[in-house]
């Protein structure tokens, strides 16, 4: 089947624009996860979903950002009054529903939005 | 979760095995090690994961020493295509499974 899909795989916008991010993951994946990573950098954790409820928001770096997630599928990522400092690549990951005792389902990446703040 | 300390790159002829090591001298009982890569541009692709036991897939191999302190990743047979940064994460999931990665090593594949 489809794996995790991201658009726009490239974003351009200027300092102060808002910017929408999408992710779909695979189908039947009730977790979804937004990671950041910086040029030269590792991943940055930013936000877990699971289902339509987000457990885990403390990677958000401020509150010019937000996500949502819908129908337990689509998820947003939603960048407000965007900085320079914003520029990274945005990645989501999905997941099947987490096992007992840390026993752990693998996550899907999918190619990640490269974002350009001018 | 524990952090992992990882050589920030390594060469290996094309055929030859892979051994990235990895030290995590603070994990905890109940923390995984897992090994993902990141081939440049594209999203990182899980590789496998193990407690105390040695473990083995199609992809790879990984050793876990009998402490837990630290273990190896080897791709038996490198390809050009195993040309990436590789990312060694010990945590044990919690509430959310989130992954915390560092910044792994740079692999690359020499023909």
């Known amino acids: 089947g489809a794996g995790v899909s991201q658009s726009p795989s490239n974003k351009v916008t200027e300092k102060g624009k808002d910017v929408e991010l999408r992710c779909d993951p695979i189908s039947g994946h009730t977790a979804l996860y937004w990671y950041r990573q910086r040029l030269g950098q590792g991943l940055e954790f930013l936000i877990y979903?699971?289902?339509?409820?987000?457990?885990?928001k403390s990677g958000l770096p401020s509150d010019r950002f937000s996500a949502e997630r819908t129908g337990e599928s689509v998820s947003t990522l939603t960048i407000q009054r965007t900085q320079q400092e914003d520029s990274a690549v945005y990645l989501c990951a999905s997941s099947s529903r987490l096992t007992s005792g840390g026993i752990y389902n693998e996550q899907f990446f999918g190619p990640g939005t490269r974002l350009t703040v001018l | 979760d524990a952090k992992t300390t990882q050589p920030t790159s390594m060469d290996c002829a094309e055929g030859r095995a892979a051994n990235l090591p990895c030290n995590h001298s603070?994990?905890?009982?109940?923390?995984?090690v897992y090994w993902y890569r990141q081939i440049h541009s594209q999203g990182p692709q899980y590789i496998i994961h193990?407690?105390?036991n040695n473990e083995t897939n199609e992809m790879a191999s990984l050793i876990i020493t009998e402490d837990r302190k630290s273990s190896t990743l080897i791709l038996p047979h490198a390809t050009l295509r195993d040309t990436a940064v590789y990312y060694c994460i010990a945590f044990w999931g919690g509430a959310t499974n989130k992954l915390i990665f560092g910044t792994g090593t740079l692999l690359a594949v020499q023909p």
């Open positions: 603070t994990i905890s009982g109940n923390e995984y």
């Open positions: 193990g407690l105390k």
């Open positions: 979903f699971q289902g339509n409820s987000a457990p885990d």
